[in-house]
């Protein structure tokens, strides 16, 4: 919407290219690893060397179907393969495998959802995803000073799933949300590693303006901004972007269908984008079918087998966190964005505990934190769910505070190996923590009612917060007296009384 500071509407849709989580190259066995040395990993297949036949790597479109299901596609039963053609160094046998008139998947839709609420829900379509071999890679020898080019074929022929989105994201901030939603549920599913640094998932947005005036609305030409590789980089990117077409469109003007459709690239360091080559028109690529490849139906099974491999996805794991363990939207967010892993180890811990908010704070507060200062993984964190929920169900039962729970966490991290239950209870008879009986905290409370008149009169008075005031001097008397049981039984005493 057009806002004070910003009197125009962005519109922006996103391409997506993701790398499969398959071991083999999409129509050859060649493997995929990444950063093996340069032109070990190729064969006369992914060289469309002449008389090389491609076959169809089945574990691929598998994975691909995965994506087209949780991303509510209509699943086309036939699909065929298409050549475009382009000369590029990077792809030697002058065209990529792609599909392009009958994509495997159409039609379909991602909803984002800040639990924050700093923008509302929004759903975006999904136009098609389809699957297509990815190029090569050139480095140039700039450094060296000599213009040397060399090429690395070991990606040529990796698998990639495409997904276009409608134009239906309006801001930058959206479009980042939307992209880590989209990641996490690809991770989810197994489908992708996601991994950015590797080049697993590049991303390309086409952003433009709605500028409202007196007779409708004036469209600015759409921008391309290609290859971004990292979610920081594109809101960063859109945000400039959309700030350089409103001053351009101020000077000049110029609307939708009057320019050629643009193409810029993104500068992290100068934080700009720039103009690069006019963009070739689907025509300019002289698409046509590969006469190499079968056409692929996909039957009724494929897809009820694709569905049975998927898991649950994250939209729904939020929903099913909330209602299992009465955990707000926001928590199980948090808890699902970290990934499946973090996923069941807070299920064990709140399972053993019986109870997810203390489950829910001690994961957060301190086992995420810890592992976000420390790094690493959870399944490498030193404190597992076992010995976590022995912890938290002891300070739940009122054996002892929180703060000698932190203390107890604090030494379990210490011990150079993964704690048990049993280093729960050791770490515990170590700090003296002794239950104090109900007896004697009835007279450590008598006490301090007697040394504290001021206390005592505010309670009558009706401010029951004033009970707090006697937990620190409690504490002091006997460092295992549970705060929560002071307070309660010094109300009970002052209005017995
Ligand atoms: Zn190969």
């Given at each position: 919407m057009p806002t004070a500071a910003a009197p125009y509407t962005t519109v922006i849709g996103l391409e997506v290219h993701v790398q499969l989580l398959t071991h083999t190259k999409l129509f050859c066995g060649c493997p995929t690893d990444f950063?093996?040395?340069?032109?070990?990993?190729?064969c006369p297949v992914c060289l469309g060397l002449p008389g090389s036949l491609p076959v169809l790597n089945r574990r691929a479109f598998e994975l691909a179907l995965r994506a087209g299901l949780a991303l509510e596609c209509r699943i086309a039963p036939f699909t065929k393969w298409d050549r475009k053609n382009y000369f590029y160094p990077d792809l030697p046998k002058g065209y990529q495998i792609s599909q392009f008139d009958l994509p495997f998947a159409t039609d379909g839709s991602l909803e984002v959802v800040d639990p924050r609420g700093a923008f509302p829900p929004r759903r975006v379509g999904i136009i098609r995803v389809h699957l297509e071999e990815d190029a090569g890679k050139s480095m140039h020898d700039e450094a060296a000073g000599t213009g040397d080019s060399r090429i690395d074929l070991n990606r040529a022929g990796t698998p990639l799933v495409e997904i276009v989105s409608q134009p239906d994201l309006r801001s930058p901030q959206e479009a980042r949300a939307w992209l880590t939603e989209l990641r996490l549920l690809l991770v989810y599913l197994g489908v992708?590693?996601?991994?950015m640094q590797e080049g697993s998932l590049r991303v390309d947005a086409n952003v433009n303006l709605h500028v409202p005036r007196g007779d409708g609305i004036a469209k600015t030409p759409i921008v391309e901004i290609k290859n971004m590789n990292s979610f920081r980089s594109v809101e960063r990117a859109l945000a400039y972007e959309a700030a350089r077409q409103w001053e351009e469109w101020q000077e000049t003007g110029i609307e939708i269908g009057k320019a050629p459709k643009q193409t810029r690239g993104w500068d992290d360091a100068a934080g700009v984008t720039r103009a690069q080559r006019h963009k070739e028109e689907s025509s300019d690529y002289r698409y046509f079918p590969d006469p190499d490849l079968v056409p692929v139906t996909v039957s009724d099974a494929d897809v009820a087998a694709a569905r049975g491999a998927m898991g649950e996805p994250p939209t729904a794991l939020r929903r099913a966190l909330e209602a299992r363990w009465g955990i707000s939207a926001y928590d199980a967010d948090v808890i699902v964005n970290q990934g499946r892993d973090v996923v069941a180890y807070y299920e064990t811990v709140a399972g053993m505990v019986g109870a997810g908010k203390p489950a829910s704070n001690w994961l957060q507060q301190d086992v995420l934190r810890t592992l976000n200062d420390r790094g690493g993984t959870i399944a490498e964190f030193p404190v597992g769910p076992e010995a976590l929920a022995d912890l938290v169900g002891r300070v739940a039962r009122g054996e002892f505070d929180t703060a000698r729970g932190r203390e107890i966490f604090a030494g379990l991290l210490t011990l150079g190996r993964p704690a048990t239950p049993a280093d729960v209870g050791t770490a515990v008879a170590a700090l003296g923590i002794t239950a104090v009986s109900d007896d004697d905290l009835v007279e450590l409370v008598r006490d301090l009612l007697a040394a504290n008149p001021k206390i005592v009169a505010d309670v009558k008075g009706g401010k029951e917060q004033a009970a707090a005031g006697l937990i620190g001097q409690a504490r002091k008397k006997?460092?295992?007296?549970n705060p929560a049981k002071v307070r309660e039984t010094a109300i009970a005493l002052i209005r017995g009384s």
């Open positions: 950063g093996a040395p340069p032109n070990t990993q190729v992708s590693d996601c991994n006997n460092p295992n007296v």
